[in-house]
Nanobody
């Protein structure tokens, strides 16, 4: 199983970016995004279950929106009102039968 992420880049404070991730196959129990900033541990950004339940980091609520297309095995993270503290490598993540799969990571840099 491969997860192909795209959409990172450089954006100014208050700007928006959209991350997309496509899985090569399988409908996952969870699909979502984690991030890891320099010197920090990887943390959940947002994830959505197959049934549609969403878990998200309190720091992104109201600013980031996750959406999932089960038919296409894709998950998208729409990020708005970006802050410098959102700067990190963002990883697409999926879980199926308690096995975790990770994408290659895409860098998001928010400049002030």
């Amino acid at each position: 199983v491969q997860l192909q992420a795209s959409g990172g880049g450089l954006v100014q404070v208050g700007g928006s970016l959209r991350l997309s991730c496509r899985a090569s196959r399988t409908i996952f129990d969870f699909m979502g995004w984690y991030r890891q900033a320099p010197g920090k541990e990887r943390e959940l950004v947002a994830a959505q279950t197959r049934a549609g339940r969403i878990d998200s980091n309190d720091s992104v609520k109201g600013r980031f929106t996750i959406s999932r297309d089960n038919a296409k095995n894709t998950v998208t993270l729409q990020m708005s009102s970006l802050k410098p503290e959102d700067t990190a490598v963002y990883y697409c993540h999926a879980r199926f039968n308690n096995i975790d799969y990770w994408g290659q990571g895409t860098l998001v840099t928010v400049s002030s």
